[in-house]
């Protein structure tokens, strides 16, 4: 089945991780779509890739972690280096949180997933 093909995955996950990017390091207009609250796009954005991420490369969650947090403070770093953006600590932790409620619904998915199938829910 296609959808448990790793390398779909891994697609998506660059080319969200493009999209992301791009949208953290443009200047933000009213034309830029946005959830209302800038932690709530971190939050949101990265619950988004940690779910790529854990489909992309599975039983990697240490990587996916370090990866991710690691591609935040990027993010952080990039912005402070552009006229209209904000370096924020507070955007951090906002991703950091994305991540946590990334891997509880992927860990969620795999246990319901399981339970569909019949299997018993594994580690």
């Known amino acids: 089945m296609i959808l448990r093909d790793p390398r779909l995955w891994r697609v998506l996950l660059v080319l ?3 999209s992301v990017t791009t949208l953290s390091l443009i200047d933000v207009g009213p034309e830029v779509p946005h959830t209302g609250w800038d ?5 949101l954005a990265f619950v988004t890739l940690t779910l790529l991420a854990s489909l992309a490369f599975p039983g990697r969650t240490a990587g ?6 690691a591609y935040g403070g990027l993010i952080e770093i990039l912005q402070s280096l552009t ?3 904000l370096a924020e600590w507070a955007d ?3 991703d950091g949180i994305g991540i946590a409620i990334g891997l509880a619904l992927y860990q969620l998915g795999r246990m319901l997933w399981r339970q569909l199938r019949g299997l018993s829910p594994q580690r």
């Open 92 to 94: 951090w932790l906002a």
């Open 39 to 43: 932690k709530s796009n971190h939050a």
């Open 64 to 69: 996916v972690v370090l990866g991710l947090m």
């Open 83 to 85: 006229p209209n953006r």
């Open 16 to 18: 969200c991780l493009l």
